[in-house]
């Protein structure tokens, strides 16, 4: 089955600085990956995700970039904010109705006014 | 987009008792999950609950354990039995949209005595 692994688990960055996240998985045969973010007693939810047929997506001060080559993706946010303070979860799947998400181990990402 | 109700939102429960989880969404999906989050830890699939059928459940996890039942297309259940402080934890249904996109329930957070 699929396996992702996800880094940092931790990341701590300034205020307007800018985060990276990396993901890894391991099934050539996905082809969809979103991204979650996960307040402190919230539920999951998306921000952003990305199919196998391109290699970017931006919103705003959010982009995804995926390699299919290497079998990664990252998530970029610029100019962070303490609201972006959270935990990010990435996920693959092999698209289509009745595949399941694998989720990465998550990283809590800390924004320092 | 997808509104899903979840209850109870939590609820602390007494070792070798049960506790049926409800998942109500706003419209008809064919795919429901059940997934459990441990304190600090990402999201681990528990069953796949489908419409009219066995729940497909994912290693580790047994029927007898955590029964499902998904009478139609915008309603699911999951029940912790014979509960023990192990299984204290964050319980959470997903539908998946035709778009591949799952959306999240609020939640159900168990506490075992």
């Known amino acids: 089955g699929e396996n992702v692994e996800q880094h940092p688990s931790t990341l701590s960055v300034q205020e307007g600085d800018s985060a990276v996240i990396k993901c890894t998985y391991s099934?050539?045969?996905?082809?969809?990956f979103p991204w979650y973010k996960q307040e402190l007693g919230k539920r999951p939810q998306l921000i952003i995700d990305?199919?196998?047929?391109?290699g970017e997506k931006k919103d705003q001060r959010i982009a995804v970039t995926l390699n299919k080559t290497a079998k990664h993706f990252s998530l970029h946010i610029t100019e962070t904010q303490p609201e972006d303070s959270a935990v990010y979860f990435c996920?693959?799947?092999?698209?289509?109705?009745?595949?399941?998400?694998?989720f990465g181990g998550g990283t809590r990402l800390m924004v320092k006014p | 987009s997808a509104v899903i109700s979840q209850k109870p939102s939590r609820d602390i429960c007494q070792r070798g008792t049960s506790l049926t989880i409800q998942c109500q969404v706003d419209?008809?999906?064919?795919?429901m999950f059940w997934y459990r989050q441990q304190p600090g830890q990402s999201l681990t699939l528990i069953a796949t609950?489908?419409?009219?059928?066995?729940?497909?459940?994912e290693s580790g996890f047994v029927i007898d354990k955590f029964p499902i039942s998904r009478p139609n297309l915008t309603f699911s259940t999951l029940t912790v039995s014979n509960m023990s402080p192990e299984d204290s934890s964050i319980y959470l249904c997903?539908?998946?949209?035709?778009?591949?996109?799952?959306?999240f329930g609020a939640g159900t957070r168990l506490s075992v005595l």
């Open positions: 990305i199919r196998s047929n391109v």
């Open positions: 609950a489908n419409q009219g059928s066995e729940a497909t459940y």
């Open positions: 996920a693959a799947s092999m698209g289509n109705a009745g595949n399941m998400l694998t």
């Open positions: 419209s008809q999906v064919t795919m």
């Open positions: 997903s539908v998946l949209l035709p778009t591949d996109i799952q959306y």
């Open positions: 099934d050539s045969a996905s082809n969809y």
